[in-house]
């Protein structure tokens, strides 16, 4: 019985030892794991001070009863370690409503520059693009992206021709007679066009080039009497008669030496033999005025005006009695 006693005792003994020596390691151990540390959490505008155990960031704050939402972030990275004194902040998703290419829908997102946000999205912006930002009124922020596009264009615009009119003794009064025909101009414009989202918003004309200019319209309107005189019957009233070689002209679209444009009844003539505004009768042609000159025309030499090339063709060139008129 006393060996037993002994052995037992001596058993006894030993475990307390061990279980001593077990118990100071766990402590030890336990008391590594465990060491409180004190952070900061910053959320929204409040700012949290927060004792925790925890070895993470995502841990703390789990342990903290403070959730995130799955388009949340948190500073540092939810992984990183806990350490004494950091600040931990949370970053809370907005939403953002976006407008693009004709669609609208609403993101929520932690980012604040515009640009970085629809990069994140993968809206791709080109050169012209115009990009818009608000708020509604109940806070919810907008952006807006306007897809703007230029091309040039060609087109060609007609320049109305003028019109001229001018008295004409050879006609009777309410007559009228088209001596030039008018012709419209041509202009060739480059123009700018400016659309948004696919929509004309602007045209400009960056140049233009003239590929015809307007031809002036000239027409005659009869001042004359109601009497008919015969080409051949000799007038009365004569000043002087003359001899002369008369030849034709039509229209060249150029106005004549004293600025009118001329019609049937105007001639060419020497100014140093006849006046020019001088009223004449020439035989086998009618009534007319001297109010126009020519290079060839020179000494006895007289030019009517006939309104088409075969009329002159079949003037052709002869010689005439011409008669000044008081």
């Not at 060739?188 to 015809?212: H, T, Y």
């Amino acid at each position: 019985m006393f060996f037993a006693d002994k052995s037992t005792g001596f058993l006894q003994g030993g475990l307390k030892q061990v279980l001593g020596v077990t118990l100071v390691i766990g402590f030890l151990i336990t008391g590594l794991a465990v060491a409180v540390k004190t952070v900061e959490v910053v959320d929204r505008d409040e700012t949290i001070t927060l004792k925790t155990v925890a070895l993470t960031v995502d841990a703390a704050l789990t342990l903290a009863g403070m959730e995130l939402g799955p388009h949340d972030q948190v500073l540092p990275g939810p992984d990183r370690p806990v350490k004494e004194g950091m600040t931990i902040k949370i970053l809370r998703a907005k939403p953002v409503e976006l407008e693009v290419d004709g669609r609208r829908w609403v993101v929520r997102t932690v980012v604040s520059d515009v640009h970085e946000l629809l990069a994140r999205e993968g809206i791709q912006l080109a050169e012209l693009d115009q990009v818009d930002a608000g708020q509604h009124r109940d806070g919810t922020k907008w952006i807006k992206v306007t897809r703007i596009t230029e091309e040039l264009l060609e087109e060609r615009v007609e320049v109305p021709y003028e019109t001229f009119r001018q008295p004409d003794n050879q006609l009777h009064q309410g007559q009228q007679r088209i001596l030039v025909p008018g012709q419209n101009g041509v202009v060739l414009n480059k123009i700018r066009v400016v659309k948004a989202d696919g929509v004309e918003v602007a045209r400009e004309v960056v140049s233009s080039r003239v590929l015809a200019q307007p031809q002036k319209s000239v027409v005659a309107y009869g001042i004359g009497g109601n009497q008919t005189v015969a080409a051949r019957q000799a007038p009365g009233n004569v000043k002087k008669v003359m001899t002369m070689e008369a030849t034709a002209y039509t229209h060249t679209g150029n106005p004549t030496a004293t600025g009118i444009y001329p019609y049937r009844g105007i001639v060419a003539v020497d100014p140093k033999v006849i006046p020019l505004g001088s009223k004449l009768y020439v035989e086998g042609y009618g009534y007319c005025e001297a109010q126009d000159t020519g290079g060839a025309i020179k000494g006895d030499r007289i030019d009517i005006f006939l309104d088409s090339r075969a009329e002159c063709f079949e003037w052709g060139r002869r010689v005439v009695q011409v008669y000044l008129l008081e």
